[in-house]
């Protein structure tokens, strides 16, 4: 069955290190989005692509970047982490339409001390 | 760009209650609007969504949703709740163009009691 996986699923950093959270999924979709999950703050986006080699910035972007080399993945990379960017992560992907649903992976706690 | 208010961030509800999670969108175009639920230390999962056509639409575990274009609204109901029922309860909305982002609301968290 296809699906879409996160690893790791709990991370525990220091600020200023540089930290990589990984997204892989097999549903061969074509966009793919990272979102932190913040009480009272719902589902906030990161960054998205719709393609190889497409990366934009979301609303919260400041902080991260996001590289897309193949369909399958998309990993984020916080540069220099942050007390702040201590969040719960959640990796979709959808297919090409506005009206397709997105599929989410089961998510990475992140810790900053 | 669109825009999603939950009025209720915590509702809880007897088994066997009705409830009603109320769910207000701001956009300048036409939207699609989804309700996804994540029960504890999970991921999202659709619940169900509305396109097009007739307002009222269902989900398969007797969730139902009504669209309604004038009071920009798409509230979430359901007529017997469950123990199982518990989760937090999302809304979101994109619009009907080549943006496939979705906005979401803050989220209302569902605590069914026996």
């Known amino acids: 069955d296809a699906e879409i996986t996160q690893s790791p699923r709990h991370k525990i950093t220091e600020t200023g290190r540089q930290v990589t959270l990984a997204c892989h999924q097999t549903?061969?979709?074509?966009?793919m989005f990272w979102y932190r999950q913040d009480l009272g703050h719902g589902l906030r986006l990161i960054h998205y692509?719709?393609?190889?080699?497409?990366?934009n910035k979301g609303e919260v972007s400041d902080g991260y970047s996001v590289s897309r080399s193949n369909t399958e993945d998309l990993p984020l990379t916080l540069e220099s982490a942050a007390s702040s960017q201590t969040s719960v992560y959640f990796c979709a992907s959808s297919d090409s339409g506005g009206s397709d649903e997105q599929y989410f992976g089961p998510g990475t706690r992140l810790t900053v001390t | 760009a669109q825009s999603v208010t939950q009025l209720d961030s915590q509702v809880p509800v007897f088994e066997e209650a009705p409830v009603e999670l109320r769910c207000n969108y701001s956009s300048s175009v036409s939207v699609y609007l989804f309700w996804y639920v994540q029960y504890p230390n999970q991921g999202l999962q659709l619940l169900l969504k509305?396109?097009?056509?007739?307002?009222l639409v269902e989900s398969i575990n007797g969730f139902e949703a009504e669209f309604n274009k004038s009071q920009t609204s798409f509230h979430l109901r359901k007529p017997s709740v469950h123990i199982s029922d518990t989760a937090e309860y999302f809304c979101?909305?994109?619009?009907?163009?080549?943006?496939?982002?979705?906005?979401f609301g803050a989220g209302t968290t569902v605590t069914v009691r026996a």
């Open positions: 509305y396109l097009s056509g007739s307002t």
């Open positions: 979101a909305v994109t619009g009907r163009s080549n943006d496939y982002k979705l906005s």
């Open positions: 692509s719709y393609g190889v080699h497409d990366t």
């Open positions: 549903w061969n979709h074509n966009n």
